[in-house]
């Protein structure tokens, strides 16, 4: 009876204690933000010798010069005036930056929660002239454990760089999955994740001054037309005035209508390419892009680029936009006024990324199955018709230029010669240097 009388006081000892306790902890290994405080992030876009490239994403070409996004540190600026012998010139430090676009001597940059405006007059001496500060989302980079709890984000603090995984005693309740929005990650191998900023097949919208702008790849979300700059996120299409170049002003934001991955202006319509479909949005009065129509697929990550009233659209599986084993590469017909539409021809492909179209040579980065080229004069044949293949790459993204290709992978930046379409080579090349972790 004594045993049992003291247990049953322990218990109830316990059960008051706990009752009267607002918080439990516990000792556990967490992921624990790493922080840059607001004053250093805007502080810290600087000119900076060449580096090696170790982590690259999105690719834009303007003049001499092929410009690389290392993932949120910067970007390489690589000369190209020799394509055989590129050479890496300078790194412009930015941190968060995962996007870019040019428009005559100004590059504009996301830097996190920011879009900067930089002068690129002396493309060796890069600097900053100006900031539109809390103009996108929070976001995050991807933790380091995802099987761990994540700590709570002081977004006060500064923005999230990095990540490291502490033992620490924690208030349960304070130990929550994280919420915010991630960044999409450039890891080749497992889980990589635009279009042409200002044209599709060398065309520009009227009232703009082509050779003002440069162009990018068919990844990008950036995109420039008329007066405008426009940045595409998940859901949010943002707006800038870039009459003045160096001074850009904030225009506005427009809702849009599906998970949003790419942008490719063309023809003076927006395309998008989302996990779901093809949108189109009419430019018409640039200020004020109006959703037009779409083009229904299975849900997969996108790309898209846009020639002469045809779409080609690359499907990737097995991702996080999509479980399925669909890879592929989907041509469609367009109507003339872009609201109808006529799927083509359907083509089996085996990891599927950016692509590039440039009169009947239609480029495709097929992933772990490297580069592959095609004479895609005959829509409904087109891998019947192969004229080149570059398997022992990854290949991400890139951009035909009517003489060169240039194309990012996992381990380098690839440059080919395809005047002699019968004859395509491989005439330079920049590796990526691993780093250990």
Known sequence: MKTLYTAFSCLLASLFFFSCTDKLTEELRINIPIYMDYETLRSSVQSAASRELTNPGKIYFKGNYLMVVEYLKGVH??????????????????????????????????????LVTIDISDMMNPRETGRIENVFSYMIPAVADEKLPVANIEQENG??????????????????????????EYDYVDKIGSGNYYTGGGQSGSGTDASAFGKGGSMARFGLY?????????????????????????????????????????????????????????????????????????TSCDPVVIQDDYAFITLRGGTTCNNSNVNRLDVVKLSADYKQYELVNSYNMTEPYGLGIDGNTLFVCDGR??????????????????????????????????????????????LYNYTDIKNIRQIGYIPVVVQAK
Not at 159 to 184: A, F, H, S, T
Not at 391 to 413: R, V
């Open 77 to 114: 600026v690589i000369d190209v005036s020799n394509p055989a012998n590129p050479q890496n010139k300078v790194f412009v430090e930015i941190p968060g930056c995962a996007d870019i676009a040019v428009k005559d001597n100004t590059l504009y940059a996301d830097s996190y929660i920011d």
């Open 159 to 184: 923005v999230v760089i990095g990540w490291e995984i502490r033992r620490e005693k924690r208030d349960l309740e304070l130990v929550n999955p994280v919420n915010i929005p991630v960044y999409p």
């Open 226 to 298: 008329d007066r405008y700059l426009y940045v595409a996120s998940t859901y949010t299409l943002y707006l800038f005035d870039v009459q003045n170049a160096a001074k850009p002003v904030k225009a506005g934001a427009v809702g849009l209508n599906g998970t949003v991955e790419t942008l490719f202006i063309y023809d003076d319509h927006l395309f998008f390419g989302t996990q779901s479909g093809m949108l189109v949005y009419s430019l018409d009065v640039p200020s004020l892009p109006v959703y037009l129509s779409n083009f229904w697929h299975v």
């Open 369 to 414: 199955d490297g580069l592959k080229i095609y004479d895609a004069t005959d829509k409904k044949t087109i891998t019947d018709h192969p004229l080149a293949a570059f398997p022992e790459i990854h290949a991400y993204d890139l951009i035909p230029t009517g003489e060169y290709l240039f194309m990012i992978g996992s381990d380098g930046f690839y």
